[in-house]
């Protein structure tokens, strides 16, 4: 069975390791929002080894971190799901109280018509990543 997470086109990656890869969701609503991606096909987090599991969520709050700077939300989601693809990876989704579904889920009924951002370029995504990583 063929894997959306697996399977991504070049362009939707901002930044990567040999680990874990983010990549940018086209959502016009929600300018900013990431996956954090696990390269190896698991689907949970106990599939992964501890020092993995601790890397992934390093990737997962640099993201954070990068969006909040580069963005200035209100707040910042983080969610793993997985249910309908079963491929490790995180949602970070940088929320405004204007926006579409506030205080609501993203995935919840719509609040209003919601303010639409411009993303951040992602060199300036991937930049701010590395600098919340130490690098």
Not at 86 to 104: A, G, K, S
Not at 107 to 114: L, S, V
Request: glycine share 4%.
């Amino acid at each position: 069975m063929a894997c959306t997470l697996c399977e991504l086109p070049a362009d939707s990656v901002v930044w990567e390791d040999a680990d874990c890869r983010v990549i940018r969701v086209d959502d016009p609503a929600y300018a900013g929002f990431c996956r954090v991606v696990w390269r190896a096909h698991v689907a949970e987090m106990s599939d992964l080894a501890p020092d993995a599991r601790a890397r992934l969520m390093a990737v997962v709050i640099a993201t954070e971190a990068a969006l909040r700077e580069l963005m200035q939300p209100d707040k910042i989601n983080l969610a793993s799901f997985g249910n309908m693809v079963p491929h490790l990876h995180w949602h970070v989704i940088p929320r405004f109280r204007d926006d579409r579904h506030f205080p609501e889920s993203v995935w919840g009924a719509p609040q209003r018509e919601g303010v639409l951002r411009a993303a951040p370029p992602p060199a300036a995504i991937a930049a701010a990543i590395d600098r919340a990583l130490g690098g």
